[in-house]
């Protein structure tokens, strides 16, 4: 397994993106519930991080919190995001939207609705140079052709003119990135970009991702439940379970000695790192209802560790050496097991 | 009612080829401004006007189409007039275009004509003419709704007598032949004898000015009228079917005579009621089981309850009736009352009836007519419910006229099983012979059934003249409730005019056929 | 490596807040492997939204008297008296009188129980008639493509070019009056509109993968149409049909406007408002009264009809929350269990 | 575009043919002018003298063939009840329903775009809530009860506005616009606004948003287009309604339009009209199918690029 060592760059003090003690509400039916609990996280230009975990535990509506997509239901009950470090949960609805694309940008996944199915890629692609930068349709156009071509799209000029429906999944998806990248953000956040794909094209795009990051320095928030695409391209992780981050660390550190049961549960379950023979395991049960977190550590449920302490009190994600930190009363029995 | 000559407008294809263009042409940039919408101010009628909403659009306008109602209102007396007119009060017969008229020998009439009268294009009126409009309404191929109407089968032979004189000579002796002809409007000899004319000419106190298809017909004053100038310069038809439209049109000051109003919107600032001239009545089919057997019969018209429906359904408007003609037509019989229900001995007939193997279980269609009369559907609700309770079976159906008519009319439709048809029957004529004559003969066409005996009275009847005429109808209006019982009598109608504060006019009976605009004076307030 | 058991599969939707939905229905089915923690409780989400809570007590109570009615009444809708004419509501006449009386003087509300009866037994049988007509041949049609497809369409303009009430008056003159006739002409005029509705969508189906993949492994077109096109056509298809209700009876009632709609002594709605519009200086309730019956109906049958929607689809069921957007917030983990 | 018109354009001749067909036969089902056209006491040899004079005495087979005869020749005969051209009664009448249908699908569409979207933006929000509930009422009100109580209360009561009539300027025009609109209005308001909600949640709206794109341009650039689709089809079938169904709003209006003379010449039996009446709406409802499918093709790529139906 080969880990890219996180090339802290010369500006690295000040992080790109930082979260911190980020929440989110949700507001159902049956009362409001907490989707993301209280989490931190920060990434520096040119490293990308890993937000790891099942679906359902909060790392896409994380992204849209950071992002500021958030469906109407859903609202950032507190915390901050700062990005270049302005705190963007307090700038203004107009402030904030010039952000969106220079500043900070995001890559979906499922190319095919995310991109519009009635407006041709060219003008799709040309659009945030008409936002931003105030291009005519014309020199738009031939922005969206270039940044075609940046992507790999053979005959740019022609396809400009094509429709969402007429590309394969992989293309679709480097139209998706080359818009996301148009106007070379210091953020990017990639929502699973390689979760429709076959494995290949996963491969090409986790490729142009990494090609399009070293281009324009950007930080890269690459959200994920495949354990190999973290391990083959993240800098760092922040694993997360019931809307809360259990474990971070560089990920070569994180996955060589996992500081959680959850970390480890997951490490388990990939077929490479059981020895032939041997049965897979998978994490047993499954994450708690939102509405019925447990009162201490949410893991306490399906953790193979669990004793009394854990049903009474929450742990809180403890430094464990100088990068790392676990959310575990007994990460460090864990770290020696 | 084309002559059978086909081809008679030979423009139809070009102009329907022009009109598809400006359709196409004009579509797009004109949705201000509805088609055929003229620019006379908001109510349409301006200064002087006189405006009339009628319930429908009249077919057409040609005065030997006068007795079909909406042509009537806006044709009859007011563009065109008849040689004599009867009174719709006194039902005497007053003279008109006529000045004078007798009889020369049994089957000849002699009638003086009135000197000095003009069609509105400018032509004296002549005996030529009158001969030419009794000839048309009866010869032509025009099918003039009056033909068949007054006249029937009569052979007519019309002959002039100078400018001012003409005869007329029937097969056979008729004494009523000026009543007859007080239903045909004298029109031009320059009129069209092939196909019936859109925009007649007349000697009345009014010519059309303008017809505007679908939204409204102005007249305008015939300045060179004989007789005494009307009030209104002009005039302006507007047609709206729905009652309440019609009222709220005469409360908004958009009109000042509609016809029909519905009681519930009548108040005593717009509408006026008059005695209409129609009767209601259930005709009985007596040629089919159970309606064969006169105890059944003549249950239903005991355990119908005339008074509660003139009273609730009609609201007052009607007075229960025991025969087919109103008071003022000859041959009402005063003596015939319409009787209180009674329940009891309507179910005892019945009973009676079906003890002797009647079946009174059998279905009855109660066939009415929509928009008959205001609230004829509650009407024969009541009256289905009503003759339930006797243990008939009755099932209500609901037509339209041409579907009503059908059942009206002989031929009756076959396989419909006995039928109690809700009828309206109005005699313009005021004559009981025209009503016993369609409705009481064995063979009458809309009479189902009768008896030799009645057959007998009535062609004797026709026969008479005066007061002996007078009783030996009514004798055969009594023997129809006894002896027939054909006809379960509702009620004499009574119309509501629409008429607005600002107008003076007083309706009679003849009002719903023709309505004179030459009797409407303004109001002492000046109309606004 | 691969993804772990319990992540989503390929074709997994949206990222944003409806797959975590924390609602107590089940989960979205990305993550089906897992048990559905407990059943679905249609009730509950109805319960959490009041409007369609009101809805379905409006319509039960319309189905109640529909069915019950005749049996409750006896003859009360049918029973005259002229002598109580036009009584106004009042709490003076009993229950009967309860909502006055009519020109005959019978009951309004047993009349509208009647009605009610009627109505609904030419309203829901033309819908349903014309939806199962209608949605099979446009789906059929949508299917196949080609000259199929053209020939139905031609068919579906014929009918629309037809006035419905020419049909109405044959219906009513020629034949015998039934509310059988009305419905079968209510039913021939709305096919069309499912008709094209269904092939729209049939057709947009037929280009995706799914139906190819169903095709080339020999299904039968309608085995096909069955199983994959029908599912996806058929909540548009019931929304079309909940408008249509509303449609039918308002037309029911026009029908009768022109005198050649249900006949007496036979009662709808419709035919009341009818009827009773001459009154509405004098009498306002005779036609108020069934218009509201009308409205309400109509507007409650929607209103279901949009609820069901969302909640059947698990991708839209979170907006059935939103009404209780700012509850009190629960705090972390202390969520009642 | 071209070829797809034209193919559309001869693909209706037949289907048209059946119109003709249908309403001939049906027409004639509904029994006899004879009566109704002449008076109560004609002899039956007066009444098959005017059914020989019409060719109402032939077989319907014969009076068929004859009729398509003439329709070939672009006679479409005369009326029975004026004894006008049908096809003259028919162009008369058209424009005036067609105005009306226009200029209320024109509101009804601009209107239930706004609304729509405005109630979409914050699905179940108060506003929200308000407008499907209105919406859905105005959906579902009789068309004649409301023209009823607009003459009552506007005309009458308020008095500002004339009962009916055509004759004046733009006021004439409030009652039956507002009468033919109601329903239009109230259900594509509810088709817009469930557009706008699914194509608003659609994930390209949250990469638009994700761009920067202002709300203005992801209301109406991004969401309103895919949201297009559908409105489009329930307004042409709605439109279609309109030029076949204006007939409440004609008859108590006194609108001069196609749908009150067709419901005259239906009551009248006066065929020649109903058939010429029937065959020009269904001319403009074909014409008017084939426009709402060029409008998808122009919204659609994907429609554009298979097969044109």
Known sequence: ?337 | ?528 | MTATPQDPGPTAQDPGPAPQDPGPAPQDPAAAPRPAPRPARWWTLLGGDRFAAAAAVVLGLVLTAALLGPVLLGDAAERQDLRASLRPPSLDHGVLGLLGTDVLGRSMLARLIDAAGTTLSVALPAVVCSLVIGSAIGMWAGYHGGLRESAAMRVADVILSFPSLLLAVVALYVFTPSVANLVLILAITRIPVYLRTARAEAAELRSRLFVDAARTFGAGSGATIYRHILPITLPTLLTVATVDFSFVMLTESSLSFLGIGIQPPDVSWGLMVAQGRQYLQTAWWIAVLPGVAIVITTVSATIIAAWARLATDPAQRWRLTAPRARRARANRGETPS | MVTFLRKRVVSSAIPLLFVVFGVFCLARLTGDPVNLYLPLSATPEQRAEFAAANGLDQPVLVQLWDYLGQIARLDFGESLRTGQSAAEMVFAAFPATLQLAAVTMLIAVAGAVLIGCAAAYRPNSPADRVCSFLSMTAASIPDFWFAIMGVLVFGVTLGWLPTSGVTGGAEVWVLPIATLLIRPFGVLVQVVRGAMVAALTAPYTRVARSKGASEKRVVFGHALRNAAMPALTVAGDLAIGLVNGAVVVETIFGWPGIGKLMIDSVLQRDFAVLQAAVLLTAVTIFTLNILIDACYALLDARVRQAAPA
């Not at chain 1, 159902?28 to 989490?39: F, K, N, Q, Y």
């Not at chain 2, 000859?330 to 015939?336: E, M, Q, R, S, T």
Request: aromatic content about 4%; glycine content about 8%; some cysteine.
């Open chain 1, 1 to 337: 397994m080969t880990v890219p060592t996180p090339a802290a760059p010369p500006s690295g003090a000040e992080p790109a993106l930082e979260v911190e003690n980020l929440s989110v509400d949700l507001n159902t039916a049956s009362g409001t519930v907490r989707a993301v609990d209280g989490i931190s996280f920060a990434v520096r230009k040119g490293v990308t991080l890993a937000l790891l975990g099942e679906s359902g535990c909060g790392k896409s509506m994380t992204a849209l919190a950071v992002a500021g997509l958030l469906d109407p239901v859903a609202e950032v009950a507190e915390g901050a995001v700062r990005v270049g470090g302005t705190d963007v949960l307090r700038l203004g609805r107009a402030e904030r939207k010039r952000l969106a694309g220079p500043v900070l940008s995001i890559v979906f996944q499922d190319a095919l609705t995310a991109l519009n199915p009635v407006q041709t890629v060219g003008a799709q692609l040309g659009e945030p140079f008409r936002i931003h930068q105030g291009l005519s349709r014309r020199k738009a156009r031939e922005k969206a052709v270039e940044l075609m071509r940046t992507v790999g799209i053979p005959e740019p000029r022609a396809r400009a003119r094509s429709y969402p429906h007429q590309f394969s999944g992989g293309m679709r998806q480097r139209l998706l990135i080359a818009m996301a990248v148009a106007l070379g953000p210091d953020v990017l956040i990639a929502d699973e970009p390689t979760t429709a794909l076959d494995v290949t094209v996963q491969a090409q795009i986790m490729q142009l991702l990494a090609d399009l990051q070293a281009e324009h320095d950007m930080a890269v928030v690459l959200i994920t439940h495949d354990l190999a695409v973290v391990a083959e391209r993240a800098d760092n992780v922040a694993v997360m379970y019931a809307g809360t981050v259990v474990e971070t660390g560089p990920v070569h550190e994180v996955f060589a000695a996992p500081g959680h049961p959850y970390t480890r549960g997951l490490l388990d379950s990939v077929p490479e790192n059981v020895d032939r023979g041997q049965r897979l395991r998978s994490v047993p049960g499954s994450p708690p209802e939102l509405t019925a977190i447990p009162a201490g550590c949410v893991f306490q449920a399906r953790c193979p560790m669990a004793r009394d302490r854990c049903a009474e009190e929450r742990p809180a994600l403890t430094p464990a050496g100088p990068s790392r930190a676990a959310a575990c009363h007994f990460s460090e029995e864990l770290a020696s097991a």
């Open chain 2, 1 to 528: 009612m084309q002559p059978p000559a086909r081809p008679p407008l030979r423009g139809g294809r070009p102009r329907a080829l022009a009109a598809a263009a400006a359709l196409v042409a004009l579509t797009p940039i004109s949705a201000c401004a509805v088609a055929n919408s003229d620019d006379t101010g908001t109510t349409g009628g301006g200064e002087g006007t006189l405006r009339i909403v009628l319930a429908q659009e009249p077919p057409t306008l040609d005065p030997c189409d006068a007795s079909l109602t909406a042509t009537g209102a806006v044709v009859r007396s007011n563009i065109s007039e008849p040689l004599i007119e009867r009174d719709p009060t006194s039902g005497e017969l007053e003279p008109l275009l006529a000045t004078e008229w007798h009889r020369t020998d049994p089957t000849t009439w002699r009638l003086d004509l009135r000197s000095g009268v003009t069609f509105h294009d400018g032509q004296p009126f002549t005996a030529e003419d009158a001969a030419f409009s009794i000839d048309r309404a009866v010869h032509s191929d025009v099918a003039c709704n009056v033909d068949g109407y007054v006249f029937g089968g009569t052979e007519l032979d019309v002959q002039t007598d100078g400018a001012a004189a003409l005869t007329v000579t029937t097969a056979e002796p008729d004494p009523v032949l000026p009543l007859r002809l007080s239903f045909i409007e004298v029109v031009p000899r320059t009129t069209s004898t092939d196909a019936k004319v859109r925009t007649p000419v007349g000697t009345g106190p009014y010519a059309i000015d303008k017809w505007e298809t679908g939204v409204s017909i102005a007249l305008r004053r015939n300045d060179s009228y004989w007789g005494d100038a009307p009030a209104y310069p002009r005039a302006r038809y507007v047609w709206r079917s729905e009652p309440s439209v019609r009222a709220a049109m005469i409360d908004n000051g958009e009109a000042e005579l509609s016809a029909a109003l519905n009681p519930e919107d009548a108040t005593e600032d717009n509408s006026v009621a008059y005695p209409n001239n129609e009767t209601t009545a259930l005709r009985l089919d007596g040629t089919q089981p159970p309606l064969d057997d006169i105890r059944v019969r003549k249950a239903i018209g005991m355990v119908i309850d005339q008074g509660a429906i003139a009273d609730v359904l009609f609201a007052g408007l009607a007075d229960p009736a025991a025969q087919l003609v109103p008071d003022g037509v000859v041959g009402h019989n005063a003596d015939l009352r319409a009787a209180p229900p009674d329940f009891t001995a309507a179910r005892a007939l019945v009973a009676d009836a079906a003890d002797d193997g009647v079946p009174t279980g059998k279905r009855i269609s109660l066939i009415a007519r929509n928009g008959q009369f205001p609230r004829v559907s509650e009407t024969a609700e009541a009256l289905q419910y009503q003759m339930a309770r006797l243990g008939l079976n009755v099932r209500i159906q609901m037509t339209d006229s041409a579907a009503h008519l059908e059942y009206q009319l002989r031929p009756f439709p076959k396989g419909a099983g006995p039928v109690a048809l809700l009828i309206m029957h109005g005699n313009q004529t005021g004559d009981g012979a025209f009503t016993t004559s369609q409705y009481l003969l064995s063979d009458g066409p809309q009479s189902t059934f009768g008896t030799a005996a009645l057959d007998e009275r009535i062609a004797a009847a026709g026969a008479l003249s005066g007061d002996r005429r007078q009783d030996a109808f009514a004798a055969v209006f009594a023997a129809q409730n006894d002896d027939v019982a054909q006809y379960v009598h509702l009620a004499h109608m009574r119309g509501l005019l629409g008429r607005s504060a600002d107008v003076r006019y007083e309706p009679n009976s003849a009002t719903g056929d023709e309505l004179r605009l030459a009797d409407v004076r303004p109001a002492h307030r000046k109309g606004s």
